[in-house]
């Protein structure tokens, strides 16, 4: 059984980040980040840079409505509003760029002996070791994008929600503190979107190099239920998937396949 995690202090997390247009608030216990500040942003409360954290979700969602469940303080789990300075048709880059945030995040923390372990899985997924460590939704609310992180921090093995789903504690790498991580990722996010607002290039091919996705035979299920089997190729500067015969996909749940 892992520890109890410390819990997150939003004075402290705030202070870290004064500097920057972030404001995040705590709260102990909710039914889902995502939908809470969804709603704030709908009723024009929520700004951008507003950041909703929890101890414990009763009702997190991921991609496709799924259910999303942690025991308290084990997970780091948050999410917050955007409005980008770029075109609507290029925000189908930002789960991939909070993906990117988070592998830097934890490289900040834990250096050069997890760097090498971490990868992307298109769209929405970030892998240690092959296994999601963290999960990533981003949803179109009013004039900008609500995008939330579930990371497996501490989780105990006995506590994860599926076979191929693993936790940094898991893995070897213990973190109590998980505010470090959120502050990490806010800041490196921060860092990349003003990035990509002036030019995409750089983070597009980093995307490419860090992806466990491309250059692999792949399953990919569409929500209409079409199912596609081909080798990932690209992913292109809009963030869509791009198949060896062409097809580019925009959402969508993807299986790496083994080849023999």
Same mark, same amino acid.
């Given at each position: 059984?892992?520890?109890?995690?410390?819990?997150?202090?939003?004075?402290?997390?705030?202070?870290?980040?004064?500097?920057?247009?972030?404001?995040?608030?705590?709260?102990?216990?909710?039914?889902?980040?995502?939908?809470?500040?969804?709603?704030? *942003?709908?009723?024009?409360?929520?700004?951008? =840079?507003?950041?909703? @954290? !929890?101890?414990?979700?009763?009702? &997190?969602?991921?991609? %496709?409505?799924?259910?999303?469940?942690?025991?308290?303080?084990?997970?780091?789990?948050?999410?917050?509003?955007?409005?980008?300075?770029?075109?609507?048709?290029?925000?189908?880059?930002?789960?991939?760029?909070?993906?990117?945030?988070?592998?830097?995040?934890?490289?900040?923390?834990?250096?050069?002996?997890?760097?090498?372990?971490?990868?992307?899985?298109?769209?929405?997924?970030?892998?240690?070791?092959?296994?999601?460590?963290?999960?990533?939704?981003?949803?179109?609310?009013?004039?900008?994008?609500?995008?939330?992180?579930?990371?497996? *921090?501490?989780?105990?093995?006995?506590?994860? =929600?599926?076979?191929? @789903? !693993?936790?940094?504690?898991?893995? &070897?790498?213990?973190? %109590?503190?998980?505010?470090?991580?959120?502050?990490?990722?806010?800041?490196?996010?921060?860092?990349?979107?003003?990035?990509?607002?002036?030019?995409?290039?750089?983070?597009?091919?980093?995307?490419?190099?860090?992806?466990?996705?491309?250059?692999?035979?792949?399953?990919?299920?569409?929500?209409?239920?079409?199912?596609?089997?081909?080798?990932?190729?690209?992913?292109?500067?809009?963030?869509?998937?791009?198949?060896?015969?062409?097809?580019?996909?925009?959402?969508?749940?993807?299986?790496?396949?083994?080849?023999?």
């Amino acid at each position: 059984m892992s520890p109890l995690g410390l819990p997150l202090n939003s004075n402290e997390i705030n202070d870290a980040l004064k500097k920057s247009y972030w404001r995040v608030n705590v709260v102990e216990e909710t039914g889902s980040t995502q939908t809470d500040l969804s709603r704030s *942003v709908r009723v024009g409360v929520a700004k951008h =840079g507003d950041v909703l @954290a !929890t101890e414990f979700q009763s009702a &997190g969602r991921g991609r %496709l409505d799924r259910r999303f469940e942690a025991p308290p303080r084990s997970s780091l789990l948050f999410s917050f509003f955007i409005v980008p300075q770029t075109k609507h048709q290029e925000w189908g880059w930002l789960p991939l760029l909070a993906g990117q945030s988070a592998i830097a995040a934890m490289n900040k923390v834990f250096g050069t002996d997890i760097s090498k372990k971490l990868s992307l899985k298109w769209p929405n997924d970030v892998l240690l070791n092959e296994k999601k460590v963290a999960g990533i939704l981003s949803e179109r609310v009013g004039d900008g994008v609500v995008i939330g992180i579930g990371m497996n *921090v501490i989780t105990p093995r006995e506590e994860i =929600g599926f076979e191929n @789903a !693993t936790s940094l504690w898991i893995e &070897g790498f213990v973190l %109590l503190e998980r505010e470090r991580l959120l502050i990490e990722i806010l800041k490196s996010f921060s860092k990349y979107l003003s990035a990509w607002e002036i030019d995409e290039s750089e983070l597009v091919e980093k995307y490419r190099q860090a992806s466990s996705t491309i250059g692999k035979r792949i399953r990919i299920q569409t929500p209409s239920g079409r199912s596609l089997e081909e080798n990932a190729v690209n992913v292109d500067s809009s963030g869509a998937l791009v198949l060896s015969n062409g097809t580019r996909v925009t959402v969508g749940d993807v299986i790496h396949l083994h080849q023999e």
